[in-house]
């Protein structure tokens, strides 16, 4: 494989991994991803930014053979997560007098991760610069997209901004640019939901930061290059605010139908009264599809089932994950069916402390609903929409 250029001197040197099905063994891939990496050919200097993750660095190290790279003075580390770093201990000993550039905090990390030692880094402050010759990199030290060590890099001359994870998509791609909007928007999407949504204050911050910059060109470390930098902040700003949409997520796991027949009820009776509503049987569904709804949901009602007189360990699965990613959802509240008793909510509550959400009584069934249950059902529905009423979304 030959680079891409992105403008003279400029190349994208990264590698898809299409086989890849899980990130942080936490959310499933639908495409797979990419692990990005540039290369700047300055008149005096040549800079990597990010490398490679390690499983690939061979490749990686061929694909700068191939394509004729003999020397790199500068690896700039934008963040020290190993997808991106993984592979630094192997460029600075195939070019020796190279050294890793980055920010104090990232530093840390990549000696503690990647046993890189202290002589071959420098450690840059927020603003500086670096030259390259004709080309001047900056530094700008964005703790919280999401690591703490997490910094972006400006190509000044060119105005390209280098952002690392943050505006990144798990998405494979040939072309720089996608021209499929939709297919960028639902795996941006998702990559937001995942890694991007529990920084949600820092992510609006730092839509602010770039709109200062203004940059020509959007360069993240996953997915497709955005030539329309717009496109993608108004998405975060969209994602990022505090504002939910109509909408009401129903993740929910049944073990004989009633907690199903319940999530049923409640979605065709809320969507009658003009409530978008979403039902997701957890055991069947793409823990993403959950997570990329939960970026937009007011409501989050989680169904379960109980199991040895315990919520059924799926929907605790899912409350933990909603607790970990911070939805903006601003009310939640829960059905379920039990055989001989237990503690079905409780648990369940306890689990989703991070969430700032008003609880809306819960609706608990012995086995299948009943009249009262569906009364109580109706309740719970008119409850909702009275609270969506009261949040100006409906
Ligand atoms: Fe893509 Fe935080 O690494």
């Known amino acids: ?156 001359e060119d105005n390209i901004l280098f952002t690392c994870d943050f505006l990144g998509a798990h998405l494979p791609f040939e072309e720089l640019y996608s021209k499929n909007d939709d297919e960028l928007i639902s795996c941006a999407k998702r990559y937001y939901a995942e890694i991007m949504m529990p920084f949600r204050p820092m992510c609006k911050k730092y839509v602010k930061l770039i709109d200062e910059i203004k940059p020509e060109i959007i360069c993240p470390s996953h997915g497709p290059l955005h030539d329309r930098p717009e496109f993608i902040l108004d998405l975060y700003r969209d994602w990022a605010s505090d504002e939910p949409k109509n909408l009401v997520l129903i993740p929910y796991v049944s073990m004989y139908k009633s907690v199903e027949e319940m999530a049923v009820y409640l979605k065709e009776k809320l969507e009658s009264k003009g409530v978008k509503t979403l039902c997701f049987d957890i055991i069947e569904s793409d823990l993403g599809d959950i997570a990329m709804n939960l970026v937009d949901a007011a409501t989050i009602i989680i169904g379960v089932s109980m199991v040895l007189a315990s919520p059924h360990p799926a929907a605790a699965n899912v409350a933990y994950i909603a607790n970990l990613l911070k939805p903006k959802a601003k009310f939640a509240s829960f059905i379920g069916s039990y055989g001989w008793g237990g503690d079905l909510f409780g648990k369940l509550g306890g689990m989703l402390s991070n969430l700032k959400v008003e609880v809306i009584e819960p609706v608990l069934v012995k086995g299948k609903p009943k009249e009262e249950d569906y009364k109580a059902l109706d309740v719970l529905v008119d409850s909702v929409v009275e609270a969506h009423k009261k949040a100006n979304l409906l």
């Open 1 to 156: 494989m030959k680079f891409k250029q992105i403008k003279e001197n400029i190349f994208y040197c990264g590698l898809n991994d299409a086989d890849r099905i899980i990130f942080d063994e936490l959310i499933p891939l639908e495409h797979g991803t990419t692990y990005n990496s540039y290369l700047i050919n300055g008149s005096e200097k040549t800079a990597i930014i990010d490398t490679m993750y390690p499983p690939f660095t061979k490749d990686y190290l061929d694909n700068l053979d191939d394509s004729g790279v003999k020397n790199v003075d500068y690896i700039i580390a934008n963040h020290g997560e190993q997808d991106h770093s993984g592979s630094i201990p192997a460029l600075l000993e195939k070019y020796p007098n190279a050294k890793v550039v980055t920010n104090n905090v990232c530093k840390g990390n990549i000696m503690e991760m990647l046993l890189v030692s202290e002589d071959r880094i420098i450690v840059i402050k927020d603003k500086e610069t670096l030259s390259l010759g004709d080309k001047t990199l900056e530094f700008h030290i964005v703790p919280g997209v999401h690591w703490p060590d997490t910094m972006f890099t400006r190509l000044i």
